[in-house]
């Protein structure tokens, strides 16, 4: 059986501070073709999800590491993750392109 992939692109506007590099997600919208949605809430919550594991990585997660090779961002106090205030609501749409290769689409 042929392999079946999703696809989707997403789009954002920031804002950032010149002088502290800070930046300020404005707004943020993604288009997902998932194929046949059974749970398009279940769905809706993933790709939220996502995006914010995306905020994290590219913006606030660091992983320091001492020169002996310790690690010192080793708990949540010093390893910091975005909160609610720092990951926008996502804009999303769906795009429902059934699979041929699967039994449910």
Same mark, same amino acid.
């Given at each position: 059986?042929?392999?079946?992939?999703?696809? &989707?692109?997403?789009?954002?506007?920031?804002?950032? @501070?010149?002088?502290? &590099?800070?930046?300020?997600?404005?707004?943020?919208? *993604?288009?997902? @073709?998932?194929?046949?949605?059974?749970?398009?809430?279940?769905?809706?919550?993933?790709?939220?999800?996502?995006? *914010?594991? &995306?905020?994290?990585? *590219?913006?606030?997660?660091?992983?320091?590491? &001492? @020169? @002996?090779?310790?690690?010192?961002?080793?708990?949540?106090?010093?390893?910091?993750?975005?909160?609610?205030?720092?990951?926008?609501?996502?804009?999303?749409?769906?795009?429902?392109?059934?699979?041929?290769?699967?039994?449910?689409?």
């Amino acid at each position: 059986m042929p392999s079946t992939h999703p696809n &989707g692109s997403h789009v954002v506007t920031v804002e950032v @501070d010149v002088e502290t &590099g800070k930046v300020h997600i404005l707004r943020y919208i *993604a288009v997902e @073709d998932s194929g046949h949605l059974i749970n398009p809430l279940l769905v809706k919550g993933q790709i939220q999800g996502g995006v *914010a594991q &995306g905020i994290g990585s *590219a913006l606030y997660e660091r992983l320091v590491l &001492g @020169d @002996d090779n310790r690690v010192l961002t080793g708990t949540l106090v010093d390893y910091v993750t975005p909160a609610g205030p720092e990951v926008p609501e996502v804009e999303m749409a769906h795009y429902e392109s059934p699979s041929p290769h699967t039994l449910g689409g």
